[in-house]
C-alpha cells in the first residue's frame, strides 16, 4: 500500500561520495519506520541504517556508522542516505525499506515494501 523509488546510485571513486534518495507514495509517509540495506553479488541483503517515524532517531550497522547518515522529509515523502568515505567493500544494490511499524526492524523481513533498487558501485 505504499510504493517506493531509489535514485541518486551511480559510480564513484574511493572515498568520495553520494547521496541516496527514495521516494514514497500511496499512504501517509508518517506511519513507516524507514529503512536502508544493501546486498553485494553473492551475499544476503544486509541492514545498514533506519530512522523513525518523526525522525528523532536513527540507527546505524557498524560498518557504515561515522561515515552514512539517513534523514526524512515527511513534507515531501522521502528518506535519504547521504554517503561519505566510501569504500569499495560498498559497493552493491542498495534498496529502500518502509516498516509499518513504531519501532526499528534490522532483518529484512520486518519490512513490508521495498523499492526496486539502485547500483553504487566504489571503484579502488
Known amino acids: 500500500q505504499v510504493q517506493l523509488v531509489e535514485s541518486g546510485g551511480g559510480l564513484v571513486q574511493a572515498g568520495g561520495s553520494l547521496r541516496l534518495s527514495c521516494a514514497a507514495s500511496?499512504?501517509?509517509?508518517?506511519?513507516?519506520?524507514m529503512g536502508w540495506f544493501r546486498q553485494a553479488p553473492g551475499k544476503e541483503r544486509e541492514f545498514v541504517a533506519a530512522i523513525s517515524r518523526s525522525g528523532g532517531s536513527t540507527w546505524y550497522a557498524d560498518s557504515v556508522k561515522g561515515r552514512f547518515t539517513i534523514s526524512r522529509d515527511s513534507a515531501k515523502n522521502t528518506v535519504s542516505l547521504q554517503m561519505n568515505s566510501l569504500k569499495p567493500e560498498d559497493t552493491a544494490v542498495y534498496y529502500c525499506a518502509a516498516r509499518y511499524s513504531s519501532s526499528y526492524s534490522y532483518t529484512p523481513n520486518g519490512y513490508n515494501y521495498w523499492g526496486q533498487g539502485t547500483q553504487v558501485t566504489v571503484s579502488s
Open positions: 500511496g499512504r501517509t509517509f508518517s506511519s513507516y519506520v
